[in-house]
């Protein structure tokens, strides 16, 4: 189950035509065709997704006399979380996870990348191009362990780049190690929308743009953001939900030392699997799946509206 | 030329190559310590052996685990495929009453239920349905994960299947499931091998769902494998590390590549875990 990427904005808009049975499958046999997927898809996602409400209103754990015998415990979950520290220090962290590399880091790298791109050499735009979606297809133990590597205290590249041997950067600086972490990570997706929903902007303006003397700056805001607004906004929105939702930084820092770079994924695993206990972690779940779903719904509101 | 000319060229390049040294630099070790006689964490200029390769092919686990990841995301990558080519034809091509709703929440669900989200009540479901340290219920899980985007991203292939085809076929007589056979699964073909790709992919990188559901080491697959490789000390075995890190990453690349060059990269979703 990974985060599996909804269709794109930035695809030609689909010609609404009444379906025609061509094949004359009829509908009995259509539901037939439909029903497999639509089974796998209540049993391993849907079902668990409403139980979440269930199992976060008892008291469950994963060992012990509740793990037989669980008991209703009503509100008490969400009324702990109110109060958890840990749970606030582990919103806080996704916040600033979230701002930092996907709002700030993939959009804006992304988008530079687009942009410088455009009018690059074949040659050094195929070669940073798939440096970049190398970045985004190894899979995420493997990048994990490059990471690991790069900032190690004693022989990582990072220390020997800068000269500070002996700096521990994932246990003194873990959250900035984790957005420069996610940043390389998920730039692909950013730089190819943009390069996409640049393709849309009329090269008579941006022409225009340079006879009257507009500046870079003026030229992109003026001329290029207008017509990209759009999917500025739902790239945002689409890769803040994959990166609050995102499990790696487990990989890199296990959300130590001592929950400094502990994101509610993780938080939510430390809780569940480590503390036994299901029954809160489920709440917190349940507060994750609402966040996704409002998230969710503006995407595809504004997806809609624009085509 | 102008001097400002030049001093913009500068600054563009500077620019870019900072830009590409930042995505090249991490990817430097996974290109040397494998073939170094003695890895370590740092970069260097490797003392050229192919020692290591022969520790990991001889390591217990290490071939098992692909086997296993093979088997875990053949199956998901089937499923994946065979379930939403079914599923999207249907929703492309009859009108089921409820269709545009189901298609809606289908879009809801691909991005609202992630794997972090659902982990504690997939946990919970698997265990108590006796899945738990079952490859099968893994692969499972994964194929329930990745339907609603399949679905999503096969609908549209199907629906740029210009109709014609099938309605001549049916004027010369062919039945249903002929038409199904011989005329849309060949026309499609591009799509269903997409997808089946980016099935396999998803499922190759997917660390959180075997890690959560799987408890024996002779049945886990290599994503979580390779985060237990500890030599005799109980320290990262820098020998295995490595170089099972490079041949765990090249089925996703070479499978990309091959996408990639066959079909051209088709931006729907994008191939990513």
């Excluded at chain 1, 790298?109 to 070669?127: D, Q, S």
């Excluded at chain 1, 990989?251 to 502990?262: A, F, I, R, V, Y």
């Excluded at chain 1, 719904?297 to 085509?307: A, E, G, P």
């Excluded at chain 2, 990309?256 to 990513?272: A, P, Q, T, W």
Aim: net charge positive; hydrophobic share 55%.
């Amino acid at each position: 189950m990974a985060t599996a990427s909804p269709p794109v904005p930035g695809r030609p808009a689909r010609v609404r035509r009444p379906a025609q049975d061509v094949a004359g499958l009829g509908i009995g046999r259509a539901v037939g065709f439909l029903a497999p997927a639509l089974l796998l898809i209540g049993a391993f996602l849907v079902f668990p997704a409403i139980w979440t409400i269930y199992i976060g209103i008892t008291n469950y754990r994963l060992t012990g006399v509740e793990a037989v015998s669980p008991s209703i415990v009503g509100l008490a979950n969400y009324t702990r979380a109110l109060n958890d520290a840990l749970f606030h220090n582990a919103l806080w962290l996704t916040l600033l996870f979230v701002l930092g590399s996907a709002i700030i880091g993939q959009n804006i790298l992304g988008f530079a990348l687009a942009w410088t791109m455009r009018r690059a050499r074949p040659a050094v735009r195929r070669t940073v191009e798939a440096l970049v979606l190398l970045a985004w297809i190894l899979p995420s133990t493997v990048v994990a362990y490059l990471w690991i590597a790069f900032f190690d205290r004693d022989t990582g590249t990072l220390n020997s780049i800068l000269g500070t041997q002996g700096t521990a950067w994932l246990i003194d600086y873990p959250m900035v190690c984790l957005v420069l972490f996610n940043t390389w990570r998920g730039t692909a997706f950013s730089m190819m929308l943009y390069s996409s929903a640049l393709q849309a902007v009329p090269p008579s303006q941006l022409e225009s743009a340079r006879m009257v003397g507009a500046s870079g700056w003026q030229t992109l805001r003026d001329i290029v953001f207008p017509h990209i607004r759009g999917h500025v906004l739902t790239n945002t929105l689409l890769i803040s939900l994959w990166t609050a939702n995102d499990f790696s930084p487990f990989l890199l820092t296990k959300g130590g030392p001592n929950h400094e770079s502990e994101t509610v994924p993780v938080y939510i695993y430390n809780v569940a699997l480590q503390g036994g206990e299901l029954g809160y972690s489920s709440a917190i779940s349940f507060l994750l799946l609402i966040a996704n779903l409002l998230v969710a719904l503006l995407y595809l509101r504004l997806l809609r509206r624009r085509s | 030329m102008t001097p400002a000319y030049v001093v913009r060229r500068i600054g563009f390049y500077t620019v870019i190559c900072a830009i590409t040294l930042f995505f090249a630099v991490p990817m430097l070790w996974i290109a040397s310590a494998p073939f170094d006689a003695s890895p370590g964490l740092g970069v260097r200029w490797p003392d050229w052996t192919l020692e290591n390769f022969r520790k990991t092919l001889s390591h217990p686990y290490a071939l098992h685990s692909m086997v296993n990841s093979l088997l875990i995301c053949v199956t998901t990558a089937v499923a994946v495929t065979a379930f939403a080519a079914l599923a999207s034809y249907a929703l492309s091509r009859v009108r089921i009453p409820g269709r545009d709703a189901l298609l809606y929440g289908l879009l809801l669900l691909s991005s609202v239920v992630t794997g972090t989200a659902a982990m504690v009540p997939i946990f919970v479901m698997m265990f108590q349905l006796g899945l738990i340290d079952s490859r099968f219920g893994v692969a499972l899980v994964m194929t329930g994960g990745l339907l609603p985007a399949a679905i999503f991203i096969l609908k549209d292939f199907v629906d740029a299947v210009p109709k014609s085809y099938e309605e001549s076929a049916r004027v010369f007589g062919a039945s249903t499931l002929q038409i199904l056979r011989d005329v849309v699964l060949p026309v499609a073909r591009p799509g269903l091998a997409t997808i089946m790709v980016w099935a396999f992919v998803n499922a190759w990188g997917n660390f959180l769902v075997p890690f959560l559901l799987i408890r024996s080491i002779e049945k886990q697959p290599g994503a979580v494998l390779l985060q237990t490789f500890t030599d005799e000390g109980g320290s990262a075995n820098l020998a295995v590390i490595p170089v099972f890190s490079l041949l765990f990453s090249i089925p996703v690349v070479v499978l990309y590549l091959l996408v990639n060059s066959r079909y051209g990269f088709r931006f729907h979703g994008g191939i990513k875990s």
